[in-house]
């Protein structure tokens, strides 16, 4: 029962002791990297695709087969 008793103690005991670092090391900086704007300065690029998908849906749901 002691052996039981002394084992837990020291595990826990151990667990403790090292839990953390001793030195401090400062964590590391995101790398961040700029990307150029597209060419002709829109953002509705996305925006053709979207209508030509809504077109080939609607054409695909208002079928009189």
Do not use: C, H, R
Request: glycine fraction near 8%; hydrophobic fraction near 60%.
């Amino acid at each position: 029962m002691k052996f039981i008793v002394t084992t837990a103690a020291a595990l826990l005991l151990a667990g403790q002791a090292f839990a953390g670092n001793l030195v401090y090391e400062a964590p590391a900086e995101p790398v961040v990297v700029a990307e150029p704007a597209p060419m002709g300065g829109s953002n509705a690029a996305w925006l053709i695709p979207v209508i030509g998908l809504a077109a080939i849906a609607y054409a695909i749901s208002n079928d009189d087969s």
